[in-house]
């Protein structure tokens, strides 16, 4: 008997090293290993009833829990604390020495196809040790509305409660059948229902009687969350989130839009929202071989977050009737040019009777109350006033071009006065802030130097490639919708005419209603632009973003750097 019981204290240790070994892989594999609490569940479930089965032979991979033991085995059953070493040790002492058939039956809660044990869980983990597959059991049978399986993590069965909760409180499986809002995260459900109550008190308002939670559940999904999740599939966003649901994606925006609320005080669209969440989590979920990129590639030669042309798909998807610079954004710094810079946003707020966001980044907290602070706050605030447009002044703590760059994605436009300017060699084109915020930007650029622009006549510079193409949209729209004259000016580097090009340009505006003026040059593609603006009296260039890749334009330099040295007319720059 002593020489059983030592055989089974070692068999103890041997599977708690075990333990720890799953618990370690499943910080990898992000599969709990946790046992489930039968208190817990059931207090969510709220079953209806209880059956009694009699005794049956159950599967050992079927349970999934217990009833007070839950902490001291893990979800295959394995030992977790040593304190359990005599007892476990004295039962599967017992049990080899009556035989796995001959001893009492474990007694369990049965719901949907799992089990919770409620008396013999050191049976449970000595059986499944000594490699059985069933044991015998006595069950009583819980119903309930929501069916278990083993195959589902703790997640998982808390969210699946959640929602069955969810859908009887608000009675959407009834009056939408097609409705499907299930959650994969557990504790999500509350944000929705504070959705419905609140609808329902601002519909109910004027009402005696008042709106019934159920009938505000109705309005809220066809008024809102149908909305919205539309726009998700219209957007394709899901392929972004594996084995995540549109309703994780609904609830995740409108978080992401509360804290952004929260930390610059902008009231933004659930659309910009769903945009800059999007464009976080594909930046955060890149994996290890791009993050390791990130750690040997400076961030002033990252890459823009936005694929050039996917900013001009997602804004011909938008409403016809929608401006196409609503949302301005605007760096305030201290200097004179910042001021020219605020002028020029305000312009084009009220051209697209859109809203202007401005945007200072500090280095501490010290700084964000400091009297230069509050003076700019004061400043832009005022001039929003006197122009009659949506302005709202946020103060960020960072490095000002990673936050700027940041927050390009809550923007159609950003404005930033053009200091200091790309310089003529490496190194000071490495340290150009400004040509990093044109390379990162998630939206065009428009670089302000010495005069804002009034926005009289635009000059296009046009090359036919993809981020021209960009540039070719942006500047028909204005021409269009801002009566601004055009001139499109082609320029040959020495080669002959790319008359395709013209054409190109030509059939696209025409197609768009537009008869505009077309130049063509030889030689530097930058004197060209300079020329044609003196000559033309053009305000406004407009123009493709760096084509090259950020490694290759940084050695090599290249039109854009070239036109924002020498320029004294803004230049709008697309990506």
């Known amino acids: 008997m002593h020489k059983e019981l030592s055989t089974a204290v070692q068999d103890f240790h041997q599977a708690r090293r075990q333990a720890t070994l799953q618990e370690m892989m499943a910080r990898f594999t992000g599969q709990s290993t946790k046992l489930l609490s039968f208190n817990d569940i059931s207090q969510k479930l709220k079953p209806t009833d209880a059956v009694e089965k009699g005794i049956q032979e159950i599967p050992l991979e079927a349970i999934v829990g217990s009833c007070g033991r839950y902490e001291d085995f893990s979800r295959s059953f394995l030992p977790l604390r040593s304190s359990n070493e005599a007892r476990w040790a004295l039962v599967q002492t017992y049990i ?223 409403p016809p009737h929608r401006s196409l610079f609503f949302n301005v954004l605007v760096d305030i710094t201290v200097d004179d040019f910042s001021r020219k810079a605020l002028d020029q946003s305000i312009e084009i707020v009220r051209r697209e009777r859109g809203r202007l966001r401005g945007l200072r980044v500090v280095a501490s907290e010290a700084e964000r109350s400091n009297i230069t602070s509050q003076f700019l706050r004061g400043d832009f605030t005022l001039k929003c006033r006197e122009a009659g447009i949506d302005g709202k002044f946020s103060i960020e703590i960072g490095q000002p071009t990673d936050k700027l760059c940041e927050r390009t994605t809550l923007a159609d436009v950003v404005v930033a006065p053009l200091l200091p300017r790309p310089g003529s060699n490496l190194v000071t084109r490495l340290s150009s802030e400004f040509r990093t915020l044109v390379q990162r930007s998630a939206c065009p650029v428009l670089a302000v130097p010495n005069q804002p622009s009034r926005f009289t006549k635009a000059l296009l510079a046009y090359d036919g490639s993809p981020k021209a193409k960009e540039a070719l949209f942006v ?41 505009p003026s077309f130049v063509w040059k030889n030689g530097s593609v930058t004197n060209a632009i300079l020329q044609t603006v003196e000559e033309q009296d053009v305000d406004l260039i407009i123009m493709g973003g760096y084509s090259r890749s950020p490694v290759k334009g940084l050695l090599l330099g290249g039109s854009v750097d070239e036109l924002l040295r020498r320029t004294t007319q803004p230049v709008l720059i697309c990506r």
């Open 475 to 515: 500047a028909t729209y204005l021409a269009r919708q801002w009566n601004m004259p055009l001139v499109v000016l082609g320029v040959s580097e020495g080669k002959m005419a790319n008359w395709l090009v013209e054409e190109e340009a030509r059939a696209y505006l025409e197609e768009h209603g537009l008869q």
């Open 96 to 318: 080899q020495d009556k035989g796995l058939a001959n001893i009492p039956p474990i007694g369990v809660y049965q719901i949907g196809e799992v089990y919770f044990v409620s008396d013999g869980n050191h049976r449970v983990s000595i059986a499944r040790r000594m490699g059985a597959t069933h044991i015998r059991a006595q069950v009583t049978k819980l119903e309930t509305k929501v069916g278990l399986s083993p195959d589902d993590q703790p997640d998982e069965l808390i969210a699946k409660i959640e929602y069955a909760n969810f859908m009887a409180r608000s009675n959407l499986a009834e009056s939408r059948p097609e409705a499907n809002l299930q959650l994969t995260v557990p504790g999500k459900y509350w944000i929705l229902e504070a959705q419905i109550e609140a609808y329902g008190f601002l519909t109910g308002g004027a009402s005696e009687q008042g709106v019934s939670f159920e009938e505000a559940a109705v309005m809220w999904y066809d008024s809102i969350y149908s909305g919205v999740t539309q726009l998700i599939r219209d957007r394709g966003l899901l392929r972004d989130f594996p084995n995540r649901t549109e309703t994780d994606l609904y609830v995740w925006v409108f978080e992401h839009r509360a804290e952004l609320n929260q930390i610059l005080e902008w009231e933004m669209g659930i659309g910009t929202a769903l945009h800059d969440f999007t464009v976080q989590q594909q930046t955060e979920l890149k994996g290890a071989v791009q993050r390791m990129k990130d750690r040997i590639t400076p961030k002033k030669l990252a890459p823009s977050p936005i694929k050039t042309g996917v900013w001009q798909k997602e804004k011909l998807a938008g």
